[in-house]
T-cell receptor, first 113, second 117 residues
């Protein structure tokens, strides 16, 4: 059964800390990995990763995919209270169930002032 | 439209009543997904539509849940005889046709928050 596992499930840090969120996947016919940030309502797209070892970066956020380890990490440096959110990762697959897309349960990040 | 539109944004209903939640995807997006999200939890897949193909209903939790998509665009999720455990945020998302390079990224609506008293 295809699955995506995120860790930790929740995390509390203080402003200025650096955090690393993990996502591992066990899926058939992997295509790409997606990261989303969800604050109050709609998840918003952060990154799409298809190639191993190539870092994607946006401001203080960066992410990288390791196809050998079947995993990805999302790094946030110099965290701010506005980074508090649920971070979701999803595996996009060729064929398969759930519309070719499997989500993890998310990591809830809380950044304290 | 410019984004995925969902209505109502909030719905409070009494146990046993039927509810309908609507999703208007981005124009030209042929793939449409429904998810359910309980407070502080991840996304629970409900149903997936892709063009004119038969929908993947494998995530619907019971036969009280159904969804349709008319004309390949607007979708309605119907919950019959609502129960308190149905209380959640129901999110809709759309993407370009799966299998193309642009289909990887889903765009989500703001969700419909359902509260069953």
């Amino acid at each position: 059964e295809d699955k995506v596992v995120q860790s930790p499930l929740s995390l509390v840090v203080h402003e200025g800390d650096t955090v690393t969120l993990n996502c591992s996947y066990e899926v058939t016919n992997f295509r790409s990995l997606l990261w989303y940030k969800q604050e109050k309502k709609a998840p918003t797209f952060l990154f799409m990763l298809t190639s191993s070892g190539i870092e994607k970066k946006s401001g203080r956020l960066s992410s990288i995919l390791d196809k050998k380890e079947l995993s990805s990490i999302l790094n946030i440096t110099a965290t701010q209270t506005g980074d508090s959110a649920i971070y979701l990762c999803a595996s996009r697959n060729y064929g398969g169930s759930q519309g070719n897309l499997i989500f993890g349960k998310g990591t809830k990040l809380s950044v304290k002032p | 439209g410019a984004g995925v539109s969902q209505s109502p944004s909030n719905k409070v209903t009494e146990k046993g009543k039927d509810v309908e939640l609507r999703c208007d995807p981005i124009s030209g997006h042929t793939a449409l997904y429904w998810y359910r999200q309980s407070l502080g939890q991840g996304l629970e897949f409900l149903i997936y539509f892709q063009g004119n193909s038969a929908p993947d209903k494998s995530g619907l939790p019971s036969d009280r849940f159904s969804a349709e998509r008319t004309g390949g665009s607007v979708s309605t999720l119907t919950i019959q005889r609502t129960q308190q455990e149905d209380s959640a945020v129901y999110l809709c998302a759309s993407s370009l046709i799966v299998g193309t390079s642009g289909a990887n990224v889903l765009t989500f609506g703001a969700g419909s928050r359902l509260t069953v008293l």
